[in-house]
């Protein structure tokens, strides 16, 4: 540490922590507005939904 250097606090350490993870939150965003996605939301969502019916069916018939 040089002289012009002051020891951090807990306070500081833990702002900094959060700045970093808003940062990390931010370019998530980011990256999923911009898309390329390669396996569209909507097969996502119906895959989803054919699962969640076998499940059900299993639940009934058993």
């Known amino acids: ?4 250097q ?6 500081e350490v833990a702002w900094g922590r959060v700045q970093r993870k808003r940062e990390r939150i931010r370019s998530e965003i980011r990256r999923n507005r911009a898309g390329g996605h390669k396996i569209p939301t909507w097969l996502l969502a ?3 939904g ?3 019916l076998g499940w059900l069916v299993l ?4």
Request: glycine share 0%; hydrophobic share 45%; proline share 5%.
């Open 1 to 4: 540490m040089t002289p012009d």
């Open 6 to 11: 002051h020891e951090r606090t807990s306070e």
């Open 46 to 48: 119906v895959a989803l």
């Open 50 to 52: 054919i699962i969640l």
């Open 59 to 62: 639940l009934v018939t058993s």
